[in-house]
């Protein structure tokens, strides 16, 4: 049986946990909000790339034109075929303490590999836990292309643009064509859902729009506006969903440290009641000891 | 307040920096500078690292835009950069420092991606100190 100085001890250090629980949670729901900003902010610049990427859809699809030369075209080539490796972009957390949030993208990551199995794959990661999950893995014909950690909660559109350049090499030199994506979806404050999707080659479908740009003059000419606009648009996709995860992180570990922080108060209530019930034992068992002892001299 | 006026908007993948009716805009497009009045034809034009100037009225304004790409269309100018800075809200002091600093990330050669995003605050800082210094007026 746990003395009395135990069980006061326990209670002690589960309230200071229980206090780093409750920081934890503040700390994230100040930052979610920032987060959410971020996330607002950086809509019109995707929505305008999208747009204008829809303007020249008409340019790209024409079979004759010389976009369909460059390499970038790779990107909107669906039906490319001569290459079969597989890449994907996984968007994991730098930390834990956020409930299932890197176990789910993790769990999803094996479930990609398992599926290319028979192919060379290539993996960007971000998030360290990401990273080190793949560290330790064993298997054949897996490449880490690239990884960028500690980058949250300040993501930014330079990270996403570096992401992308190195999927734009990976291309150039025939390693990948098709590009997945695995990421956590912010949805709203308490809830999160895991994305596992291709995410290159672009479907057309996916983009909204409906200007025409056919009147426009361009300077220098279409394909070098093409080739500046194709980076920012996908830089810009890319950004998306690394604040998307960035958000649904610090939602998720909000969530976890709420829960964890309400179950150390029940540990706490249950300790106080044992911790009761051990005084008064105490103290009856002095008082029989007395009594008794009392007893025994009077008679 | 009339059909007479552009509408320039900058935006950046961070966050939209400036909306504003003007008079006549400058843009660092990549064959040199190219000024845009009202009833400009429709244009797409890439653009340099450099200066993008505003005139409106006598207002003006000076920024510095970090390429991307401008499109006029029906008097909206608008321009998508990596980034932008307002003349005013540059602080050569905080960029000189940030310069020292990504130079000295540059020598230490930590990983590529630091490399990376030492060599773009470069960029970045160096454009900043130029508009800065220069003070270009219109």
Redesign the interface.
């Known amino acids: 049986m746990q003395s009395l100085r135990d069980i006061r001890r326990e209670i002690k250090a589960i309230g200071a946990t229980r206090q780093i629980m409750l920081t934890m949670k503040r700390i994230s729901s100040a930052r979610i909000r920032k987060a959410q900003k971020q996330m607002e902010q950086g809509r019109p610049f995707a929505q305008k790339m999208a747009l204008m990427i829809d303007n020249m859809r008409r340019d790209i699809e024409n079979e004759t034109s010389p976009v369909r030369q460059l390499p970038d075209y790779k990107f909107f080539d669906a039906s490319a075929s001569g290459c079969k490796n597989a890449g994907l972009l996984l968007i994991t957390a730098d930390k834990g303490l956020c409930g299932a949030f890197n176990a789910m993208a993790i769990r999803e990551t094996l479930k990609w590999i398992k599926r290319n199995d028979s192919v060379e794959k290539y993996i960007f990661v971000v998030g360290k836990k990401g990273r080190d999950f793949l560290a330790r893995l064993k298997i054949p014909r897996l490449h880490i292309a690239g990884e960028i950690v500690g980058i949250f909660p300040r993501a930014s559109y330079a990270h996403a643009s570096m992401i992308f350049e190195t999927i734009r090499r990976l291309t150039y030199d025939n390693k990948v064509c098709k590009v997945d994506l695995i990421y956590n979806n912010f949805k709203s404050m308490s809830s999160q859902a895991l994305v596992s999707k291709t995410f290159l080659p672009f479907n057309f479908e996916e983009i909204p729009g409906e200007e025409d740009l056919s009147d426009f003059i361009f300077e220098p000419d279409m394909l070098q506006i093409f080739l500046t606009l194709l980076p920012r648009y996908i830089g810009a996709n890319i950004y998306r969903f690394l604040l998307e995860s960035q958000a649904a992180e610090l939602a998720a570990r909000m969530n976890a440290m709420e829960a964890a922080a309400e179950n150390a108060g029940g540990i706490m209530a249950g300790l106080g009641v044992q911790l009761n019930k051990v005084r008064q034992e105490t103290i009856t068992n002095e008082l029989t000891e007395i009594i008794s002892g009392a007893n025994a001299l009077e008679a | 307040m009339g059909q007479n006026k552009l509408r320039l908007q900058i935006?950046?993948?961070?966050?939209?920096v400036l909306d504003k009716r003007v008079d006549f805009v400058a843009l660092p497009?990549?064959?040199g500078e190219?000024g845009v009045l009202p009833g400009h034809?429709?244009?797409?034009?890439?653009l340099n690292y450099g200066v993008l100037r505003y005139k409106d009225g006598a207002q003006e304004g000076t920024f510095a835009v970090m390429?991307?790409?401008a499109?006029i269309?029906h008097n909206n100018v608008?321009v998508?950069a990596?980034?932008a800075a307002l003349e005013d809200e540059i602080d050569i002091e905080e960029e000189r420092q940030k310069l020292v600093k990504a130079k000295a990330a540059l020598s230490a050669h930590d990983s590529?991606?630091d490399m990376?995003?030492a060599e773009?605050e470069i960029k970045k800082a160096l454009l900043l100190l130029k508009v800065k210094s220069k003070h270009p007026k219109l």
């Open positions: 935006i950046t993948p961070q966050r939209p497009a990549c064959n190219m034809i429709q244009y797409v034009a890439k390429g991307g790409l499109e269309e608008s998508f990596e980034d590529d991606i990376e995003l773009m």
